[in-house]
């Protein structure tokens, strides 16, 4: 599967942004997703996951409550709802693709998209 990740930009603290994902291929419904990022210096780690019916996600910690993963298997795309972000939510964040099960851990992910780059600006 190939993935184009797009929605990022230059946003105020407190500000929102929807990232979007849109998937290649006919069997986006087999595969878990995921949204993780990258910060400048630092490694890449998980943001969000979810199942490929859509009924059963996790986040990190530093993101709960303020972002909100989603899918639609019709349009194969996923989504990222980034609400109430702060300057270290800044990074270029990547959609991720796994077969079957979700995951936190940013080696089991078979499929990477290209990135989209989050600004947050104090």
Known sequence: ??????????????????????????????????WLRQAPGKEREFVATLSRSGGSSAYADSVKGRFTISRDNNKNAVYLQMDGLKPEDTAVYYC???RLVTTTLRYEYDYWGQGTLVTVSS
Do not use: K, N, P
């Open 96 to 98: 991720a693709a796994r």
């Open 1 to 34: 599967v190939q993935l184009q990740a797009s929605g990022g930009g230059l946003v105020q603290a407190g500000g929102s942004l929807r990232l979007s994902c849109a998937a290649s291929g006919r069997t986006f419904s087999s595969y878990a997703m995921g």
